[in-house]
């Protein structure tokens, strides 16, 4: 089911299965109401396998739910290469009514993949944040989240592979078409 643009591509991916590149100039952007509920899940977690294709110093981003005005990332993944041997990996997580720019709420530093397939999970419980990558635990970031459960605008919009046109952030990267961007919620029992 190929997409009608030049900018979307099917290639192979891990061990040969469907995957998808973005270039520079793709747009992939809906109303984040088509898949993800109005409160944010107290308790999530995020899985990508990915595999950027260049080194940029100011990153990108894999998604990114923007408010309506499309100058604050609500909620977002920002990938950036800090030097050649590790990039940063943040999680945004920012409420509109409490700020005017948007907020980082956790950073992990990982060895540098780029031009490799990589898988990345983060999972965040409370007010800690765990983030793997290739299968392996690279720590765990404890803060206090505000608000505790995050409030989309109605008219706010996901974007893949970026932030808006104002924000930026692309990314010229290769996602892996049975793993992407999954957001699972989840509940801990005593």
């Not at 891990?14 to 992939?28: D, G, K, Q, V, Y």
């Not at 109303?31 to 990915?50: D, Q, V």
């Not at 909620?75 to 950036?80: Q, Y």
Request: charged share 15%; proline share 5%; aromatic share 14%.
């Amino acid at each position: 089911m190929p997409f009608i643009s030049s900018s979307v591509k099917f290639i192979n991916g891990l061990e040969s299965f469907p995957a998808f590149r973005l270039s520079e100039n793709t747009e992939i952007r809906a109303p984040y109401r088509l898949f993800l509920p109005r409160k944010m899940y107290r308790n999530f977690s995020i899985l990508a396998t990915i595999k950027p294709e260049r080194h940029d110093k100011s990153g990108g981003f894999l998604f990114a739910v923007v408010n309506p005005s499309e100058t604050i990332v609500q909620l977002g993944l920002k990938i950036m290469d800090l030097q050649n041997d590790f990039v940063n990996v943040s999680l945004y997580y920012t409420d509109v009514t409490m700020h005017i720019a948007s907020q980082v709420w956790a950073s992990f530093t990982i060895p540098n993949f780029i031009g490799n397939w990589a898988k990345i999970a983060l999972s965040v419980n409370g007010n800690k944040a765990r983030l793997y990558f290739q299968c392996e635990d690279y720590g765990q970031i404890t803060s206090q989240r505000i608000p505790k459960v995050l409030e989309f605008d109605s008219a706010s919009t996901l974007y893949v592979g970026q932030a808006g046109q104002l924000i930026g952030g692309q990314f010229v990267v290769s996602l892996y078409w049975f793993e992407t961007l999954i957001i699972i919620p989840y509940k801990i029992y005593a």
